[in-house]
């Protein structure tokens, strides 16, 4: 029944242009590769997952020759060729991978350890240098720290305002940030949704003495500073394997809520956004990005301005893109840009990827 079920899917999701064949080359992704073959990319894993002849989809190798191929009247996808080298990815993370791992997501900064003090009060963050750190409760030689400083706080929004982010100074109070937002547009706004941290450095506990840590950084990073927060590192937070999928329900307070280093985004970007794994979003789920349609005076109808304005119309939202979460946390989220016909911007909504209106 299982293969039964994915040969319809297949059939009915196939595009009309679709190669018979296709040789892996280095660079390709999953999703891209699949996009080759099917009009909606995310449902590659129900696909191949059901046809045993590919032993697992997320290793495809350069130089595999992917077919399409039909028995008995069913399509099937099989992989052939030599498995050497590195796989490829699922989705190119690669590309991104400076950006995505230096930034996190907590609850409260100002809940955590903090940089009291630097060798010879250096602000500058190179490999042996010596931090002093207040508040690092149970710390013990050998632990691994990372030292982070305040960005954004992520907002709720309210019937107003789409959710958004308003920058933070290294207090975790308000000031300029990354992620471009122009003053007054955006704010984080109703229910806080979590702070942004971005990650300055990596360093190694050595030595404890009553309630001050003494933290010798491993490598050169941006300069650390009295204030700047310290919590455990997270050795690999993402993974470079996923199962792009939709989700069962898209929550209806999703939006796009930043950009990072820009007001408009294209495919391979990354962006945060207001639903996290309380609202069921999980790594690999694919939404689709609108632009919420604007609500015009009907100035045809009525030659009165005034009556004009009384008849507004809502006009329909307009398909922008596809984008996949990588990284969630509690309430918040991000996500790649995987596809648009045009630029993604702070406050879109996010719905099924099946979504036509």
Same mark, same amino acid.
């Given at each position: 029944?299982?293969?039964?079920?994915?040969?319809?899917?297949?059939?009915?999701?196939?595009?009309?242009?679709?190669?018979?064949?296709?040789?892996?080359?280095?660079?390709?992704?999953?999703?891209?590769?699949?996009?080759?073959?099917?009009?909606?990319?995310?449902?590659?894993?129900?696909?191949?997952?059901?046809?045993?002849?590919?032993?697992?989809?997320?290793?495809?190798?350069?130089?595999?020759?992917?077919?399409?191929?039909?028995?008995?009247?069913?399509?099937?996808?099989?992989?052939?060729?030599?498995?050497?080298?590195?796989?490829?990815?699922?989705?190119?993370?690669?590309?991104?991978?400076?950006?995505?791992?230096?930034?996190?997501?907590?609850?409260?900064?100002?809940?955590?350890?903090?940089?009291?003090?630097?060798?010879?009060?250096?602000?500058?963050?190179? =490999?042996?240098?010596?931090? $002093?750190?207040?508040?690092?409760?149970?710390? @013990? &030689?050998?632990? +691994?720290?990372?030292? #982070? *400083?305040?960005?954004?706080?992520?907002?709720?929004?309210?019937?107003?305002?789409?959710?958004?982010?308003?920058?933070?100074?290294?207090?975790?109070?308000?000031?300029?940030?990354?992620?471009?937002?122009?003053?007054?547009?955006?704010?984080?706004?109703?229910?806080?949704?979590?702070?942004?941290?971005?990650?300055?450095?990596?360093?190694?506990?050595?030595?404890?003495?009553?309630?001050?840590?003494?933290?010798?950084?491993?490598?050169?990073?941006?300069?650390?500073?009295?204030?700047?927060?310290?919590?455990? =590192?997270?050795?690999?937070? $993402?993974?470079?394997?996923?199962?792009?999928? @939709? &989700?069962?329900? +898209?929550?209806?307070? #999703? *939006?796009?809520?930043?950009?990072?280093?820009?007001?408009?985004?294209?495919?391979?970007?990354?962006?945060?956004?207001?639903?996290?794994?309380?609202?069921?979003?999980?790594?690999?789920?694919?939404?689709?990005?609108?632009?919420?349609?604007?609500?015009?005076?009907?100035?045809?109808?009525?030659?009165?301005?005034?009556?004009?304005?009384?008849?507004?119309?809502?006009?329909?939202?307009?398909?922008?893109?596809?984008?996949?979460?990588?990284?969630?946390?509690?309430?918040?989220?991000?996500?790649?840009?995987?596809?648009?016909?045009?630029?993604?911007?702070?406050?879109?909504?996010?719905?099924? &990827?099946?979504?036509?209106?």
């Amino acid at each position: 029944m299982l293969l039964t079920f994915a040969a319809v899917a297949f059939a009915a999701e196939l595009r009309e242009d679709h190669p018979t064949t296709y040789v892996v080359k280095r660079g390709d992704t999953l999703w891209d590769i699949a996009g080759r073959f099917l009009q909606k990319p995310w449902l590659w894993p129900e696909i191949w997952q059901a046809n045993p002849q590919v032993q697992n989809p997320h290793l495809i190798f350069p130089g595999q020759v992917l077919s399409l191929v039909y028995i008995d009247g069913e399509p099937r996808v099989r992989a052939e060729g030599p498995q050497v080298g590195e796989a490829v990815d699922t989705i190119p993370l690669s590309e991104v991978e400076a950006l995505l791992k230096h930034f996190t997501v907590v609850e409260d900064p100002k809940a955590l350890p903090y940089v009291i003090g630097t060798e010879d009060d250096r602000l500058y963050g190179v =490999s042996g240098q010596l931090i $002093y750190v207040r508040g690092l409760q149970g710390a @013990a &030689p050998g632990m +691994v720290v990372d030292l #982070a *400083r305040p960005v954004n706080l992520f907002g709720g929004g309210n019937k107003r305002n789409p959710p958004g982010a308003t920058p933070l100074d290294f207090r975790g109070d308000r000031h300029h940030s990354h992620w471009t937002v122009p003053a007054g547009f955006g704010e984080a706004t109703g229910e806080k949704l979590g702070y942004e941290l971005a990650i300055h450095a990596t360093g190694e506990v050595t030595r404890v003495q009553g309630e001050v840590a003494t933290v010798v950084l491993r490598e050169e990073g941006r300069e650390i500073r009295v204030g700047d927060r310290v919590l455990p =590192s997270e050795a690999q937070p $993402y993974d470079l394997q996923f199962v792009p999928r @939709a &989700p069962d329900v +898209v929550p209806s307070n #999703a *939006r796009i809520m930043a950009v990072a280093d820009g007001l408009l985004a294209g495919p391979n970007l990354v962006v945060a956004i207001s639903a996290g794994a309380r609202d069921g979003i999980r790594n690999g789920h694919v939404m689709s990005i609108w632009s919420p349609g604007t609500v015009v005076p009907d100035t045809v109808a009525h030659r009165s301005g005034m009556a004009a304005k009384a008849d507004k119309v809502q006009l329909p939202d307009e398909f922008v893109g596809n984008l996949m979460v990588f990284r969630t946390f509690d309430k918040v989220a991000y996500a790649l840009v995987m596809n648009g016909i045009r630029p993604v911007s702070h406050g879109d909504t996010l719905k099924h &990827p099946d979504a036509t209106e």
